[in-house]
């Protein structure tokens, strides 16, 4: 029985010693699809134009948003100001991609009560994002659809949509970014 108790605890020397000699696994890194965030990296000048729709009226939206990597590079962080329909705006969103579920995320928080409760999904196609999101407002569920088009290296179009009762999209929003710097993808 000693000799057994003997060998077990040398087995168990070895598998521990084996474990403290190995080396840890490399430190992941961000993949294709992160560094194609990259292109938000910067400060953009935004304008455009509300559509009349349950949420707020219409009128011209225009602002400054500037997106910056969050440590480590897997995720952008967003802020932007500006004026629309209803008054100054400031917005937080952070844009990100995840490798779980292979779509691009978008979550964002506004000084208004439509805030996201979840972050919107979305995939990547010839240089176009669309985000589909799914919130609760007044009560009512929500279906709404966020197309951000790349036009050139320094520009994008946005289109913000809401899904009607009858399971038609109607466009709320439309508007452009044009970049304001040629701000690197740095402080990564």
């Known amino acids: 029985m000693n000799a057994l108790r003997v060998v077990f605890v040398l087995i168990t ?12 696994p490399p430190a992941a890194k ?9 292109f938000f990296v910067g400060t953009w000048k935004m304008e455009g134009d509300v559509r009349d729709n349950p949420f707020m009226p219409a009128g011209k939206f225009k602002g400054t948003e500037t997106c910056k990597w969050f440590e480590g590079g897997f995720a952008l962080v967003c802020k932007s100001e500006g004026e629309g329909p209803t008054g100054p705006t400031k917005s937080l969103a952070i844009m990100g991609y995840s490798t779980e579920e292979k779509v691009y995320t978008y979550y964002v928080v ?4 439509m805030t996201m409760t979840k972050a919107a999904r ?11 999101d799914e919130s609760t407002f007044g009560g009512k569920t929500v279906r709404s659809r966020y197309t951000i088009a790349k036009l050139s290296p320094d520009s994008y179009s ?18 452009t970014s044009k970049k304001k710097d040629k701000e690197k993808e740095k402080d990564r």
């Open 30 to 38: 961000p993949g294709p699809e992160h560094e194609r965030l990259g």
């Open 13 to 24: 020397a070895l598998a521990c010693a084996g474990l403290a000699l190995a080396e840890p």
């Open 110 to 113: 506004e000084n208004s009560p």
């Open 158 to 175: 946005i289109k913000g949509e809401v899904m009607g009762p009858d399971g038609s999209w109607t466009t709320m929003m439309e508007g």
């Open 122 to 132: 979305g995939t990547l196609q010839d240089g176009t994002f669309v985000y589909d």
